[in-house]
């Protein structure tokens, strides 16, 4: 009796250790693929960084800054962002998670706008011309914009002044205020000195040509959104008040070509360095 009842003591030991080794055999094989789920993803993050930055830099590494802005220009494409590209080139491999846990990565020093890397493929080379056709091209450039400012001065100096000089018959909250009062006139004047003066220079600084072209740019946007806004009853407003529409439809367009050609001009300029 007391054997047969050693006999059941043992093979319930026996049945324990089998399942305890059983269960360590499942948490192994559980830890086992955590582990290695986990080397995976870091190996995955790791392949991502090091392709980023292959590709892409600091801007504070080569973009020119604006000063006045307190931005980086970018003339060789760009600004770009680690989760845009990262998603654009790794998506069809690596899930939303791996991809965000990179991008936090990469971005872990503040950084979220990046510069392409000359040697990469974002890069936007400067077209291989010889010496003197960049040196043609700035000079028609430089002509072109002071044509334009001529232009655009003429221009505002035909537009109305304060908004109470517009109308009798139909009130300012009508037909809505011109984006440009006294003031900003002023300044978009004191713009076109500043511009003149910089291309005067036997080499401009291409950041305040790209900074002008910034505030250029605005201007045009602040204007067509007016226009756009108010539509023909501002036109037909202006109009009867002897005040040519043709005069805001033609700043509109030197605001916009003043912008591009002035881009165009630090972009060429920059080629060089």
């Known amino acids: 009796m007391r054997d047969e009842d050693d006999d059941r003591r043992r093979k319930r030991w026996e049945d324990a250790e089998e399942e305890r080794h059983y269960w360590e055999s499942i948490e192994d094989e559980k830890r086992e693929e955590e582990e290695k ?124 002044g304060q908004p109470g000089n517009i109308g009798h018959n139909a009130p300012p909250e009508e037909i809505g205020l011109p984006p440009y009062g006294d003031e900003e006139v002023a300044e978009i004047k004191a713009a076109i000195a500043e511009t003149r003066t910089e291309l005067a220079e036997a080499d401009p600084d291409a950041a305040v040509l790209a900074t002008q072209s910034r505030r250029f740019e605005q201007w045009g946007k602040k204007l067509g959104l007016w226009l756009a806004k108010k539509g023909d009853l501002a036109v037909d407003e202006l109009i009867k008040n002897g005040i040519k529409a043709i005069t805001w439809a033609g700043a509109l367009t030197l605001f916009g070509d003043l912008a591009h050609d002035l881009f165009a001009l630090a972009k060429a300029m920059l080629a060089h360095f």
């Open 37 to 160: 789920a986990a080397q995976a993803r870091a190996n995955a993050i790791e392949a991502m960084e090091t392709w980023f930055f292959e590709q892409f830099e600091d801007p504070q590494a080569e973009m020119p800054r604006d000063s006045e802005e307190q931005s980086f220009i970018f003339p060789w494409g760009g600004p770009f962002e680690a989760s845009d590209v990262l998603h654009g080139e790794f998506s069809h491999r690596f899930d939303e998670a791996t991809i965000m846990a990179a991008v936090e990565h990469i971005e872990r020093d503040g950084t979220v706008e990046w510069a392409p890397t000359s040697h990469g493929d974002f890069y936007e080379h400067p077209d291989s011309e010889p010496d003197e056709e960049p040196e043609a091209t700035r000079v028609e450039l430089t002509g072109r914009i002071l044509d334009r400012l001529d232009q655009l001065e003429a221009a505002i100096a035909a537009m109305p």
